[in-house]
Structure formats: structure tokens, C-alpha cells
């Protein structure tokens, strides 16, 4: 039976979220012992949790859903596979490989669900956290915490005060845009956890200039986006997947209400 053919995509999420927290108990294991940290060829890190939180989760979908196609990060740099259906999973089995070594906790587990180049479902897994963020359709978005208690969050609807940013120093385009905008209150954090904050009324917009991959963003997309919340290109033009090596080479914008875009606009051009 599949899920997606039953158009039963809650009891698909749930199961998906199942597979997300067994990883998570092998990522945490890992996060707590000495562990070798190698370099891709990309110039980014790679530990043993991103590779044993994949293994997880491909071998956990391939049973729940073995006709739909999966990109899955550290397999796609092997194999370089393509989507030959309408329906595929988006997987980044470790999202925040440089937190996960800072032992910051700001690390996540992203798994998304993708129907015609759109982000269809979304699950965030915060592992340090023992928390949850998921999404199964385009007007609901929840949140599970450490108690298991299962909420329905929802962004903010306020006037743009707060922006997210990563963990890096603001670069002097955002300094400037955060002038035009009058707005001095800044939260720094890592990985799509970013999205759950948004997601859940904490911040206002997040915006990145820097390339990304898809897997980056579509999870965190259809929960901000169930939970209320808009997602654009830097463009605001609409973000589409599966784009040539799955890359997005101009950075989005997140946004908690989708009123604010006018406005950010302006500031941003």
C-alpha cells in the first residue's frame, strides 16, 4: 500500500516522523562520543552521524514508499540521481553538519515530501532538542516537544521585527537592509531550525543570499508555509525544485506574513 496513492499523507507523516526520531537517537549517540570529522568535496564536513541518519531513513522510506524516488544528500554526491516521477522525497539526514561540531545543538533532520516541483509535506526533527516540526498539508503545521505534546503553531502577524540569520557575522547588505527596515533585534541560528522558529511565531523573516541546496529548504518551507507563513526566491519570484544538481544558486526569502513582502522589497531593491 502506499500512503501517497491513498492520499493519506497524515499517517505517512507520522511514519516518517517515527523513522526521523529513530535517527535522531543514532545522531545524539554519536553527538556525545569522539567522532573523525572528514571534508566533502565541496569543502564541507561530513561525520559519521550524517551518514548513519541517512542509512536510517533511506532504508525506513524505502519500505514505506518504495516506488517514489528519493535525493537524499550525501547519496546524491555519490550517485548523482535524478526525479523520473511527479512525487519524490526531499532527505538532508543532517542539516547543520558545523553546529553538530560546534555542539550547539542547532542541528536538524530534514525530510520533505515534494508533488510537482512544490513542497507537498515537511518534517524538521531537532534532535538535541527532542523536538519536532512537520506539516502534512497547506493549512496545518504542528509541533511535537520533549513531553510529546503535539500543537498547531502558527507565525506571526506583525509588522517586520525580528529577522533570523545564521550563525555567521551580518554581512553589510544586511546591515543595511536591517537600517531601511529600523529593525535591531537579530536571532542567530543554524541549520533549517530557523524555519521552525519562523514557523512558530519567534521571528518575523529570514533572508539568505547565499547559494543553497533544495534539501536545505523544502521541508522548512512547507511547515512555514502550513503554519502561515510565505517562501520566495530572492527574487520573490515562486521557488521551484528539482533545478538542475537540485542547487538554488541566489539564496530565498522566508517570510512569517506574507503582508511584509511590499515592504522587504523595498528594502532589498
Excluded at 538542475?244 to 513582502?261: R, T
Aim: proline residues 3%; charged residues 25%; contains cysteine.
Amino acid at each position: 500500500m502506499s500512503y501517497v496513492e491513498e492520499n493519506n499523507l497524515e499517517t505517512l507523516a507520522k511514519e516518517l516522523i517515527k523513522i526521523s526520531d529513530l535517527a535522531a537517537n543514532e545522531i545524539i549517540k554519536i553527538y556525545n562520543s569522539n567522532y573523525q570529522v572528514d571534508i566533502k568535496h565541496d569543502n564541507s564536513p561530513v561525520t559519521l552521524a550524517d551518514k548513519v541518519s541517512e542509512n536510517i531513513i533511506l532504508e525506513g522510506i524505502s519500505k514505506l514508499e518504495p516506488k517514489i524516488d528519493v535525493i537524499s544528500e550525501e547519496k546524491y554526491f555519490e550517485e548523482e540521481n535524478k526525479v523520473n516521477s511527479d512525487y519524490f522525497f526531499l532527505i538532508d539526514p543532517l542539516d547543520g553538519t558545523r553546529e553538530f561540531i560546534k555542539k550547539n545543538d542547532e542541528f536538524t533532520i530534514n525530510i520533505a515530501l515534494v508533488k510537482n516541483n512544490k513542497p507537498l509535506m515537511g518534517i524538521i526533527n531537532v534532535p538535541a532538542l527532542n523536538t519536532t516540526y512537520y506539516s502534512y498539508n497547506t493549512t496545518s503545521a504542528y509541533k511535537i516537544d520533549k513531553q510529546k505534546f503535539i500543537k498547531q503553531i502558527f507565525t506571526r502577524k506583525l509588522k517586520p521585527e525580528v529577522m533570523l540569520y545564521s550563525r555567521s557575522n551580518l554581512s553589510k547588505r544586511m546591515h543595511d537592509i536591517l537600517q531601511k527596515l529600523s529593525i535591531n533585534s537579530v536571532i542567530h541560528c543554524g541549520s533549517a531550525l530557523k524555519f521552525c522558529l519562523l514557523s512558530e511565531g519567534k521571528a518575523d523573516f529570514y533572508i539568505r543570499h547565499d547559494p543553497c541546496y533544495e534539501w536545505d529548504t523544502a521541508a522548512g518551507q512547507a511547515i512555514l508555509a502550513a503554519a502561515g507563513g510565505s517562501f520566495y526566491d530572492i527574487n520573490f519570484l515562486n521557488f521551484e525544485y528539482n533545478k538542475p544538481n537540485f542547487y538554488n544558486k541566489s539564496g530565498f526569502i522566508a517570510l512569517a506574513n506574507d503582508d511584509q513582502k511590499d515592504h522587504l522589497h523595498k528594502a532589498l531593491y
